[in-house]
């Protein structure tokens, strides 16, 4: 059974950081291509950052570049998001979600919330 939990969400500051992490349980971790979305209040999910199965590869969306950083340990089975110079919207409901190789299923972990102050 894949299981994805999120955690390190919680309150910082205009200009300050967060660490989210994602272990994955159930699942060959290697094998899975891992991503963060988010959802803020009243709008719809989008995405944020992508990494390929070995790290190699990461892809980001424009609103975050250069203040976020995604990366992953396989051998934790962990996926990392380094928020940096965060700001008020970068408030949101953040995903940890993976799709292993050769599938088109996506699986998700329930989110944890990141609130950003002025």
Same mark, same amino acid.
């Given at each position: 059974?894949?299981?994805?939990?999120?955690?390190?969400?919680?309150?910082?500051?205009?200009?300050?950081?967060?660490?989210?992490?994602?272990?994955?349980?159930?699942?060959?971790?290697?094998?899975?291509?891992?991503?963060?979305?988010?959802?803020?209040?009243?709008?719809?999910? !989008?995405?944020? &950052?992508?990494?390929?199965?070995? +790290?190699?590869?990461?892809?980001?969306?424009?609103?975050?570049? @250069?203040?976020? /950083?995604?990366?992953?340990?396989?051998?934790?089975?962990?996926?990392?998001?380094?928020?940096?110079?965060?700001?008020? !919207?970068?408030? &949101?409901?953040?995903?940890?979600? +993976?799709?292993?190789?050769?599938?088109?299923?996506?699986?998700? @972990?329930?989110? /944890?919330?990141?609130?950003?102050?002025?």
């Amino acid at each position: 059974q894949v299981q994805l939990v999120e955690s390190g969400g919680g309150l910082a500051q205009t200009g300050g950081s967060l660490r989210l992490s994602c272990v994955a349980s159930g699942v060959t971790f290697s094998r899975y291509s891992m991503a963060w979305f988010r959802q803020a209040p009243g709008k719809e999910g !989008e995405f944020v &950052a992508t990494i390929s199965l070995i +790290g190699a590869n990461t892809s980001y969306a424009d609103s975050v570049k @250069g203040r976020f /950083t995604i990366s992953r340990d396989n051998a934790k089975n962990t996926l990392y998001l380094q928020m940096n110079t965060l700001k008020p !919207e970068d408030t &949101a409901v953040y995903y940890c979600t +993976g799709v292993p190789f050769g599938s088109s299923q996506r699986f998700w @972990g329930q989110g /944890t919330q990141v609130t950003v102050s002025d």
